[in-house]
């Protein structure tokens, strides 16, 4: 699928500024959707939606489907009369999402709201939520009861639960519906309230231009309502725990390759039901965003199993993914969408053709671009039009970062091919990014802001001290907007037609 010829900003919603601890969707985001606009840009990306995992990564989400509470807008909620005007956050560190603060803090005041919708919220307001909870239900029942149940069972693994849970026997079920009904409540107050707000925000994107890159991980977290409302489509042993786990072998990232943990798939039962659960889960992501970014596609050719007991994730094999029938069920069921495919890691000639096959664009990283010789893939003399360039990902350093530590032999590369002496050196891949023939080019707020390596977003293989980054308003200045529209203007990624 061909794209529009367009460029935006990759940047998730918890690193807007705001008041409240973490970014979230008010004010800062329509903020930055206008900002985007002003610089010329037309594609907002952001990480996965929902909620945070271990590690506070929102790849480990405890739903597939659910929406990041910590995302909704407080100041919505107070002005609806379900928070108190008298209430004044505490100081949080507006660099950094500080979650050992910011989410007991947050939790508490969405519990507060939920009462008081409920209490005396108006017919309306019931009337709305009660029907986004019977149009949502195929996901959102099993998500509020089970983290009812989680928060009941003190956070502890599905699988320890009592038997009669684990193995959703109905009676358990229905007994457990009814004894948590308060907190199911309050969990499913809380996807409304997500989902409404973020539609606001998308409506407001759209009609600016802006469409929005969601972010779709291949795999799910092991403590999750979807593991434990659907045990037969994992392949978990007889005691509820993965008998193996996912991630990928020694590569750019770390010499011991990536442990992610979460359960593999039982491959064979989804295709017994046509990829039902493949096929409701893009589908409800679409109804989401504009764009779906499939993370770790290379996954759904050949992936990467490691033994549960593995320390790391030497010890794996590979083993073949779904392959075609998948995305046949996809698309036969939803017809064409727009989706990006990453195809970073170990690329073998199978990877390729199930992304040609479907004509699913893949993507190019320029900070790979330089470590060999002027055979690299990644160069922007190699991109094809049906391609994503990114300067960096969020798993990647920072440009000026990546700079700072690049080899000699890189660097020299660098100057050569970019004719350049890294004075700017974020502003040099950008450059060479909007230029690449590549239909879409994103590049990291960070890279706009010329940050250094202490504004990373995450570093692959480090499960702790990630995804907390944030920025302040007063960082950005008319400059960078002004630059980034210019080359937009001088690169043909304004919506400038190419004359035949």
Same mark, same amino acid.
Request: hydrophobic residues 45%; contains cysteine; aromatic residues 12%.
């Given at each position: ?52 995992? !271990? ?32 209430? !004044? ?213 050949? #992936? ?112 050569? #091919? ?25 590049? !990291? ?14 570093? !692959? ?40």
């Amino acid at each position: 699928m061909r794209f529009e010829r367009a460029s935006g900003v990759l940047l998730h919603p918890t690193s807007l500024p705001g008041p409240h601890g973490s970014g979230d969707l008010g004010a800062a985001a329509h903020h930055f959707v206008d900002w985007l606009v002003a610089a010329g840009q037309k594609l907002w990306q952001i990480l996965p939606l929902g909620g945070i995992g !271990p590690g506070n990564s929102p790849y480990m989400s405890p739903s597939a489907f659910a929406g990041n509470v910590l995302l909704i807008d407080l100041a919505d909620l107070r002005a609806r009369g379900w928070l108190d005007d008298h209430d !004044p956050p505490p100081h949080f560190d507006p660099r950094r999402v500080v979650y050992a603060d910011v989410v007991p803090w947050r939790m508490a005041r969405l519990a507060r709201a939920a009462e008081r919708c409920a209490a005396a919220g108006s017919r309306a307001d019931h009337a709305a939520c009660d029907e986004f909870c019977a149009r949502h239900a195929g996901w959102l029942d099993d998500y509020a009861l089970f983290m009812a149940l989680a928060d009941h069972h003190g956070g502890r693994p599905w699988n320890t639960w009592e038997a009669p849970l684990v193995h959703r026997e109905p009676a358990a079920l229905r007994h457990a519906t009814q004894r948590h009904a308060a907190r199911i409540a309050f969990h499913k107050f809380c996807q409304w309230r997500f989902h409404e707000q973020w539609h606001a925000l998308r409506r407001h994107a759209n009609a600016r231009g802006v469409q929005i890159v969601g972010d779709a991980p291949i795999y799910v977290a092991w403590h999750s309502a979807e593991v434990w409302a659907r045990q037969e489509l994992f392949d978990l042993d007889a005691h509820g725990r993965p008998r193996a786990v996912a991630g990928v072998p020694p590569d750019y990232f770390s010499a011991t390759g990536q442990r992610w943990g979460n359960p593999l798939y039982r491959w064979a039962r989804h295709a017994d039901d046509g990829y039902a659960w493949w096929v409701a889960r893009i589908r409800h992501l679409f109804e989401l965003v504009d764009i779906v970014r499939i993370d770790h596609f290379r996954g759904f050719a050949g #992936y990467w199993e490691i033994p549960a007991d593995a320390p790391t994730a030497v010890d794996g094999c590979w083993l073949p993914g779904p392959g075609a029938p998948l995305f046949k069920a996809i698309a036969k069921a939803l017809g064409p969408i727009p989706v990006i495919a990453e195809d970073l890691g170990v690329i073998t000639p199978d990877v390729e053709a199930l992304r040609k096959k479907f004509g699913l664009p893949g993507m190019c990283v320029l900070q790979f671009a330089f470590a060999d010789d002027s055979g690299n893939r990644y160069l922007p003399h190699y991109h094809q039009p049906d391609s994503v360039v990114y300067t960096g990902t969020h798993d990647n350093d920072t440009s000026v970062g990546w700079w700072a530590t690049a080899s000699d032999k890189e660097r020299a590369h660098v100057r050569s #091919y970019l004719d350049t002496d890294g004075a700017a050196i974020h502003w040099d891949l950008i450059r060479a990014a909007c230029a690449s023939v590549a239909d879409t080019a994103i590049y !990291p707020l960070q890279d706009v802001l010329g940050l250094g390596t202490e504004h990373r977003m995450n570093l !692959p293989g480090h499960a702790e001290g990630h995804w907390a980054w944030r920025f302040e308003w007063s960082q950005v200045q008319p400059i960078h907007a002004e630059r980034l529209a210019a080359l937009a203007r001088i690169y043909g990624r304004d919506g400038t037609p190419m004359r035949p």
